[in-house]
């Protein structure tokens, strides 16, 4: 058992030894991560300069810093176009591309008060059937095509988004016009530019959207949004913050978790094994899975407005820091055995989603598509297993890691 994790001693000189900076980590090539860096830093450097960052970019690894991090009112988001590592930080001659993540003040407030209801326990616990739905005609498809078939292209990436485009009223039909410039825009911490140019086409499509919605109302959170808006309750611009949020992470980061947990589930065949035959170890071991998948590999940015110390160091007002969730859910202070998957661990305080004003107002729907997404694939092929001869191709680029095939036969 491990003490209580302390906040941050602002007063707390830097340890007499570590780097005066570091590169950006990576995941191992090949591999979903974490990082091989992550727990030296943790030991010697807690708060580290990033060097390929033009603009000055602090990463935060430990537990207790990042949970207070997240938290802090004087820590907020930059526009998903105005920063990059490049130090490019100016505001973009073209509009900005908010989301709920960047908002702050009473408008952010009004628009997480208006979608509370829909996104809490007992509202997703009513979409379970049409989750489950979505996730067995796929699979029906899935079954048609082979085996062998690849889980990515046939399940992990249209399950997700087919859940939230029918759950929040986005076309569904529509994704091969927004899904390349809702990537663009979620790539924008290494490609500002092509972050830059999406933007206008996805507000002009959102705008569009909720246009339709206000002529054709239908049952879905974006017609209540608008109808909501029409009443003073809410401004269209909060209505299109919202929808932009759907568009550009509403969806991509249960994609990331649900295709690296069966990586992890089906390179072991015993643990896909073992919550097939025995479906009440599913909801703590979906807990376990987001603490262990390391997909918030440092793809957090938030900006000071004002300084702040931190363990030793200063960081400027205007500077940029990087709480790094996935290390902070392997910290050797708060979790035995940090490394290990233990698919029935208890306690399990990980902080996957968050915490404070800009917590994840789907961390319900997220973990509802995680557990039906599994349970449907555990019954529709109760025997499968990774393709022989072939193994899942990753992006090594990114900071962020799932696989772009996951080749499979049952």
Not at 166 to 178: M, N, Q
């Amino acid at each position: 058992m491990h003490s209580t994790p302390q906040p941050f001693d602002e007063s707390a000189p830097p340890p007499n030894e570590h780097p005066a900076s570091i590169v950006l980590p990576l995941p191992p090539p090949g591999t979903m991560g974490p990082p091989e860096e992550y727990g030296r830093l943790r030991r010697e450097c807690p708060v580290a300069r990033l060097r390929d960052a033009d603009s000055p970019s602090w990463y935060v690894t430990r537990y207790a810093d990042v949970r207070a991090v997240i938290a802090d009112a004087r820590l907020i988001r930059p526009s998903v176009n105005s920063w990059s590592f490049q130090g490019e930080r100016e505001t973009p001659d073209g509009p900005e591309l908010i989301t709920m993540m960047e908002m702050e003040g009473p408008r952010h407030t009004a628009l997480r008060r208006a979608l509370a209801e829909a996104f809490n326990a007992r509202s997703v616990r009513r979409l379970l059937p049409r989750i489950r739905r979505s996730a067995d005609q796929l699979l029906d498809a899935v079954a048609d095509g082979g085996p062998p078939g690849d889980l990515i292209a046939g399940y992990t990436e249209p399950f997700p988004l087919s859940v939230v485009c029918e759950t929040v009223g986005i076309p569904y039909e529509d994704r091969d016009f927004f899904l390349p410039l809702a990537d663009a825009a979620l790539g924008a911490l290494l490609t500002l530019e092509e972050a830059r140019r999406a933007t206008p086409p996805l507000r002009d499509y959102m705008r569009s959207l909720i246009a339709r919605k206000r002529r054709v109302p239908a049952d879905d959170i974006l017609s209540d949004l608008v109808r909501r808006c029409d009443g003073g309750e809410l401004d269209e611009e909060a209505v299109l913050s919202f929808g932009l949020s759907m568009l550009v992470a509403g969806y991509r980061t249960t994609t990331m978790f649900l295709s690296d947990a069966l990586v992890l589930l089906l390179s072991e065949p015993e643990r896909y094994a073992r919550l097939r035959d025995d479906r009440t170890l599913l909801p703590g071991a979906v807990e376990e899975l987001l603490r262990h998948i390391p997909v918030m590999n440092g793809v957090v940015v938030l900006r000071a407005t004002e300084d702040i110390t931190l363990h030793g160091r200063t960081i400027r007002a205007g500077d940029a820091v990087l709480p790094v969730l996935a290390s902070a859910n392997r910290d050797e202070t708060v979790f035995d055995e940090p490394e290990r998957l233990d698919l029935c661990r208890q306690p399990n305080p990980h902080i996957v989603f968050g915490r404070g004003a800009h917590n994840c107002i789907g961390a319900h729907l997220a973990r509802a598509e995680m557990t039906v997404g599994l349970e449907a694939l555990m019954d529709r092929f109760p025997h499968l297993r990774l393709a022989e001869g072939t193994a899942p191709t990753w992006d090594d680029a990114s900071p962020a890691k799932s696989p772009l095939t996951l080749p499979v036969s049952w």
